[in-house]
Nanobody, 123 residues
Framework: QVQLVESGGGSVQAGGSLTLSCAVYGYMPSWYCMGWFRRASGAEREGVVY???????TFADSVKGRFTITKITGKNTLYLQMNSLEPEDTAMYYC?????????????????WGQGTQVTVSS
């Protein structure tokens, strides 16, 4: 049974930085796609970034150049470094993983989810 546990959320002012962590518990094959999604209040869930088995990453246009993702296989941990945060980044952030052979922005295809961690950016 795979369990994902996020941490690192908080409140920051615009322009600040936060690093989110996603710890993986249980056995998860290295070829699983992993990603970060977020959902702002009253909005649909949206993809932020995903990383595939080769380590290739795909970022949403809204966070390109500001966010980076790092997967530490030995520690079974996924990190999301968020810089130059904007009020529009305020949301609940979720770590997710999928056993499908290819990654996508379709959150329905992800079968493992964390409980989420709140990020609030004030102007």
């Amino acid at each position: 049974q795979v369990q994902l546990v996020e941490s690192g959320g908080g409140s920051v002012q615009a322009g600040g930085s936060l690093t989110l962590s996603c710890a993986v518990y249980g056995y998860m094959p290295s070829w699983y796609c992993m990603g970060w999604f977020r959902r702002a209040s009253g909005a649909e869930r949206e993809g932020v970034v995903y990383i595939d088995r080769s380590g290739s990453t795909t970022f949403a246009d809204s966070v390109k150049g500001r966010f980076t993702i790092t997967k530490i296989t030995g520690k079974n941990t996924l990190y999301l470094q968020m810089n130059s945060l904007e009020p529009e980044d305020t949301a609940m952030y979720y770590c997710a993983a999928t056993s499908r052979p290819t990654c996508s922005w379709n959150w329905v295809e992800y079968n493992h989810w964390g409980q989420g961690t709140q990020v609030t950016v004030s102007s």
